[in-house]
Every structure is written in C-alpha cells, then in structure tokens.
C-alpha cells in the first residue's frame, strides 16, 4: 500500500496539504505557546516560546503514536519548475536511525495546491516513506517543523517555494497529524474515540474560536 492508496481508503476527502483540519470533521487544532510572543521587546528572539512549543508538540504526538505503529513520514516540497535541485532536503537523512530506509523512500509530482495562476510555474513534490515510529527521530522533526519562519535549527532546508510540510500518518490507528509551524498544530482522524481523551486533557491549548467545531465533529 501506498500513501494514496491509504488516503483513498481511509481518508477520501483528504489531500496532504496544509489545513487538513479543514478537510475532515473529527479533528483538533491546538495552539502552541499561547499568549507568548515570539520576540522580545529588544527584538531578540524569546526560546522559551519556542521551547514550549516544542513540548507541546512532542507531548500530542506521545499521546497519539505508540513506538511500534506503521507511519507514512511525508513531506511536501513546493518548487519552480525549471529549478534544478542544490540543496539536500533536511528531513529523512537526518532523522532516520537506519539509513537504509532512504532506498524505500518513494516520490510523486502533484500540480500546484495553492495559488491556481501560479500552476505553470510551480509543483509540488511528494515524499513518502513507510515506516515504524521507533525509525524515526521525532523530536529533531517535530522542532524543524516549529523553526519554519526563524533562523533555528533543525531546519528542513531544501530548494523550497514554501518551507516543507511534514505529515506523521499513523496508518496503525488512523491518525494524521500536522504542525504548520511555531503558532499551532492539526490532527484528524477516523474515530472521535481517539481524540476525545485529548481535547479534554489538553483544552487549555485550543482556541475558543475552535471549540464548537470541535466539539460537533467529537461529538460531545
């Protein structure tokens, strides 16, 4: 099984690209670092927004990946065209503890997913690699994922349109789960059984603009 093949069957609706909260009725989006700004009055970056953020995310995906599940890792790049690569994409090398996964690694060209003028000038490369979570190092991802608009590393690096879009799709519990960057996160899923237990557990980090979408699609 592929990753569409998977989409198809258990999230027809579905498309990898940012919102997938938007796409799917059971689901939850969290806000990360709440009331933190991401600059100090003296300009200087404030880690410990970013510090928290990091916890948050690895705290969900605690929450929502067991060590042994299967996971598609994918990840969107969003590239000119005529561009011919120069830099070394930063999200499968780095973080996986066998490098011999890279052979399995599998890539398909989709059109543009944004600005429909823009089409003739750009695509979007899809990366997928079918894995276990013990395969991967998830914090350096879940942190690179955060760093997006700041000079932090880990970064994802790439010859990038956008900065890449990392998607954890855990095909053990049907899960898919999305951090955008440092202002918030996304996970879907099959069931509503699965995410109840974590929007009540972690209801301080939704939004209140949020909540009543949530609920419905919850069911609650």
């Known amino acids: 099984m592929n990753i569409m093949e998977y989409l198809n069957e258990k999230f027809p609706t579905v498309e990898l690209v940012p ?26 970056l404030n880690l410990e927004r970013f510090r928290i953020g990091y916890k948050q995310t690895l705290t969900i995906f605690k929450e929502l990946f067991d060590q042994n599940d299967d996971l598609f890792l994918v990840t969107n790049i969003y590239r000119q065209k005529t561009q011919q690569p120069t830099k070394k994409m930063k999200v499968y090398q780095p973080n996986l503890r066998d490098k011999n996964k890279l052979k399995q690694l599998q890539v398909k060209t989709y059109p543009y997913p944004f600005e429909e003028n823009e089409r003739e000038e750009y695509e979007m490369q899809q990366f997928s690699l079918h894995c276990k979570v013990n395969d991967i190092r998830v914090n350096g991802l879940l942190k690179a994922a955060i760093n997006e608009d700041f000079p932090l590393k880990p970064r994802f690096g790439g010859d990038s349109v956008h900065y890449p879009d990392v998607f954890f799709v855990n095909i053990t519990k049907d899960i898919i789960f999305f951090v955008y960057d440092d202002r918030g996160c996304e996970v879907i899923s099959r069931t509503a059984d699965r995410l109840r237990p974590l929007y009540e557990k972690y209801y301080d980090w939704i939004e209140g603009v949020d909540r009543e979408r949530i609920q419905k699609g919850l069911r609650m």
Do not use: A, C, M, P
């Open 19 to 44: 919102t997938v909260y938007y796409q799917w009725d059971i689901g939850i989006h969290f806000s990360l670092g709440k009331g933190i700004y991401q600059l100090r009055e003296n300009g200087e």
